[in-house]
């Protein structure tokens, strides 16, 4: 199961994780007394607990959702992967593009359940079948390192494995998520294995647990997830419900959970305090574990011990009095707690860099710490450390809540041009009733907006405004070629935070991006400071945004980004074309201007030999944002290879040569798939029949249709809506797409007159479908258990019927077909079959028995029925010259073989 070769071909850029860090980015959207009751609650809540699992999706939201919003818990989840190598159920988007879709979602499920979200470098490569599989593409040692740094990053005093990291997992990357998380949970504090200055400073969490997922399980740690929320007006289900919603891409997006009570259980299977302890016995996962608010002070040194005391008892006055319809009745203990907080943060050296609250609280290289001067950074110092970090976020956000004080950024345009500028207007909203005092607001760090106190009485705002010139489009660490299948490790070195030192060890270090919590990650940041009931508070308000209206979803809002001043984008990042024949080939590239005035450029063409281009002029001029398509004709011939093909545009200031394509869908913030303006050219040997034609009915993840179509196919997409109503007569062959009769259930009451199409002599070719053998669509029964698939993308195929007209018309299959084949050969494959159909090929994985489900074909009246589980969804787009060639030879199994004729089809 390699990654897909025209993924790294295309060298796919994914811009959607903004890149500055921020210490609240994870929060729930809540205001007002919902957003006040949580803060106030969890202002002395000092535990953190991290759960690791292997794909978006994986994590238990209900346990999550009760921890981080019912009980004020921090908490994260750590994802192996991305789920690059999933099925798209709202899209065509496979591979690096869905990663970054499923990314979004697990970020979109974060602000909701109130989380944290890691990531590993690990690129999901497709289903694997056993834990061994599974480290023959990834790197063990690498692996358990990310896993480890995250833990050293974040700190948690208790883990939650979701797997057990036993065969009883299924997928082989549950059972190395459940097994790397209790390696690490083991490994976590030994420096001599991860040196301090590659991994961070050591961590041993205290406790190890086993999730269970809602199954009583002997001794284990009970919790009532349905728990009702009577401020937020929700269960913790309700809101877990919502939040594994938003893992849309992969048909979540159901009916919330029902109300009432709802248990979730955990095993513990380790700890390091309460060893004694049968787990039976446990009331808690933090039982035997200090975390108590008294044990911060007891750490800290005597001047912020004070005011960590003093903080203690404001805070709990304020929980104790808070009245949620008047919350400033409890602004000047909220206030002063902020304030002693930050103080008890700035007298408290930094023993780590603060990778997991923000950019404002890191140390940068060479800056001075008592720490650093020889103070001790034991695991005390760390924990203390984590815990400030913490306190400081709530305690301000509290005391601004409770104020009435909001803080907004805006700016008119969502992107703004490298070099460009633009005004960002800051409006800082006083909504209480005593006057407050802007005293300091800066854009990342940087970009002051005001030089003197503003006074902001009850009832009104100040409105500031300062131009900004150029944004960065950080691209994610993750994003770029793969070393096997883990992602490169590097650092952007536009975030301005790449480089920083580790207290303690006196040498400059790279921060891994696996360090940093992907929700903390921000383009821009805006820090205020206000005296709020006479306390100078701080606090980071979130990024620079641009606000825009809808006419159905009505307003939007989107952070602001950066962008080249013009970009050039193919259509697809591949081109399919007949080999050894003349070529004439039209190729449309969108070109578009993000400047904020005019720009003239020439071009150049990178192109193979044996081609000539065609209609590319002399030189363009586009005006201020301003939009144009390029039609590129190239005439030639080629050889069967792949060929790189793209074009530059070039000034005399330099040269353009990135694109992007925008995915929008409504749950998830956008976001721009970049790569660079070229394209691959696959020239195949294929021959295809002269009366070919094809009805196409789109599936999941879905891309096949427009590459039948560049290789001269007539194709005709059509959607299962209007399948009683088109004229099917008018074309040889009908495909179904993969998971199509899921994606569409009206298809399945409209497969009659499928079937009608070919008994009146159509071909129909039927794509895999996870249910497909149980929804009465197939002609003769199969049966297709969900575990039969042949995930070794070079597993050996058997030709079982050599004469087979599937195998040698119009192409003659042969070996070189299944070589270079990418992610698996096939999926939900038929193990039993109705004897009525040919099995024409054998294939399986090592080790197992023997699968012949993968193409079947049948006569069904004057036509043919044929059914294939390869995985040709995945070698078409991925540029596997075998995949269109079978595919070609199943869409003509209908046709006569000599003349290439189609039977004749009656309406």
Known sequence: MKRSLLCAAAALIVLAAPMMLAP???????????????????????????????????????????????????????????????????????????????????????????????????FDFGFSKSAEETYKHWDHDSLLADVVTVIRSFRPHVIVAVFSGTPADGHGHHQVSGLLAREAYDAAADTAR??????????????????????????????????????????YAEIAGESR?????QGFGGIQQRKGAQMDYVLRQGSRVNESTPPADEKSIFDGIDTSFARLARAAAPAARTALTAAQALLDSARDAVD?????????????????????????????TDIHTGAMSMMRAGEDNDA????????TALDLDAALNTLTTRTAEAAFEAAGVAVEATAPQELLAFGDSMPVTLTVYNRGHENVTLAYARMNDALPFLFAPIIISPDSSARLSRNIIGLVDSRPWWQGPHIGDLFAMHESPSDGLARVSYVGVGSLTTVPGVAVAEDARRITNIRVTASIA???????????????????????????????????????????????????????????????????????????????????????????????????????QLKADRYEFGIIAETGNGRYMDGFKAVEYGHIRPIRLYRYSAIWLQAVDITIPATLSVAYIQGVGDNVAPFLRQLGIPVTIISAEELPVVDLGRFSTVVVGPRAYEAHRELVAYNA????????????????????????????PVTTPRTSRVTEEEAPVTILEPKSRVLNSPNRIGDADWKDWVQERGLYMPTVVDPHYSTPLEMHDPGELNIKGAVLVTPLGKGMYVFTSLA???????????????????LSAGLEPDRAVPRRVIP
């Open 24 to 122: 609240s980015a994870a929060r729930a959207q809540e205001r007002g007394a919902p957003a006040t009751d949580q803060l106030v609650r969890g202002a002395t809540v000092t535990g953190r607990v991290l759960m690791i699992a292997a794909h978006p999706d994986d994590e238990d939201t209900q346990l999550i959702a009760f921890l981080a919003r019912g009980r004020r818990v921090e908490t994260a989840y750590l994802s192996l992967t991305r789920g690059d190598g999933g099925q798209n159920l709202i899209g065509n988007e496979l591979g690096e593009a869905l990663g970054a879709i499923r990314t979004e979602e697990l970020l979109a499920a974060r602000r909701l359940d109130g989380g944290h979200q890691y990531f590993t470098r690990a």
């Open 194 to 235: 991860f040196p301090v200055k590659r991994y961070g400073r050591a961590w041993a969490p205290l406790k190890f647990y086993r999730g269970a997922r809602g199954n009583r399980i002997a001794g284990a740690v009970a919790m009532n997830v349905g728990e009702y929320d009577p401020v937020l007006g929700r269960s």
């Open 245 to 249: 919603a938003q893992h849309r891409s």
């Open 324 to 352: 949620l319809r008047r919350p400033d009745g409890i602004v000047r203990w909220l206030a002063r707690a902020a304030r002693l907080a930050q103080d008890a943060r700035t007298a408290t050296p930094r023993c780590m």
């Open 372 to 379: 650093q001067r020889g103070g001790a950074c034991d695991a």
């Open 534 to 636: 006479g306390q100078m508070i701080t606090m980071d308000a979130g990024p620079v945004m641009y606000h825009s209206a809808d006419p159905l979803l009505g307003e939007q809002n989107r952070p602001v980004g950066g962008v080249p001043a013009v970009t050039l984008a193919f259509d697809r990042g591949l081109e399919w074309m007949i080999a050894n024949k003349p070529l004439d080939h039209l190729m449309r590239v969108t070109i578009k201007s993000f400047a904020s005035t005019p720009r003239t450029f020439s071009f150049r063409i990178v192109k193979p030999g044996g081609l000539r281009v065609d209609s590319i002029p002399a030189s363009m001029t586009l005006q201020a944002g301003e939009q144009k398509e390029l039609f590129v004709r190239v005439r030639g």
């Open 753 to 780: 007159r499928l079937i009608d199409f070919a008994k009146k002599g159509g071909t129909l070719v039927v794509q895999y479908g996870q249910d497909i053998a149980t929804i009465g669509v197939m002609p003769y």
């Open 872 to 890: 040709l969804f995945r070698q078409i787009p991925g540029g596997v010259p075998g995949g269109p060639r079978l595919l070609v030879n199943l």
